[in-house]
């Protein structure tokens, strides 16, 4: 049975218990939690640029768990960094790879229909289309 959907939350009605941080406290909170920081300075240019909460995730597989979210023995910023690097460039290496695939698969696409149809337009000319419906979006995401 399908619950009848909520009322929206009108604008500025979330109350939050935890107060934002400066780069600073949340530098020493990291600190506190056990995390090694040998230069604060330095891990606070970081949160500054990449942001406490995208580089959060990257601290789980060095906390002890739950709730208190403490840090395992010898866990130190730079761990939590180099983790956060290796995963930007794993990311950049799949994308790298999936965009060189999508040109492949495009590139010989086109040159098959290109050909057999010998028209250069094939795209444009329904009847190549079994399914008609998905000729008008197909020509509008070409464009």
């Known amino acids: ?5 909520r009322e929206p939350r009108p604008r500025g009605t979330l109350h939050y218990d935890k107060s934002a941080l400066g780069l600073d406290e949340l530098v020493d909170r990291l600190s506190e939690r056990g995390l090694l920081i040998p230069d604060p300075d330095r891990a606070s240019r970081y949160l500054r640029h990449i942001g406490y909460f995208r580089l959060s995730p990257y601290t789980i597989p060095f906390q002890q768990g739950q709730p208190d979210h ?15 690097i290796f995963d930007r460039a ?3 290496l799949v994308m790298d790879a999936l965009e060189r695939v999508e040109v492949a698969v495009r590139a010989a696409l086109t040159d098959h229909m290109a050909t057999t149809y010998t028209d250069p337009h094939w795209y ?13 979006p197909f020509t509008i995401s070409v464009r």
């Open 90 to 92: 794993l990311r950049l």
């Open 124 to 136: 444009v000319d329904p009847s190549h289309f079994r399914d008609l419906r998905r000729h008008v």
């Open 70 to 84: 403490l840090f395992r023995d010898g866990a130190a910023f730079d761990d939590v960094l180099d983790l956060y």
């Open 1 to 5: 049975m399908r619950r009848p959907p």
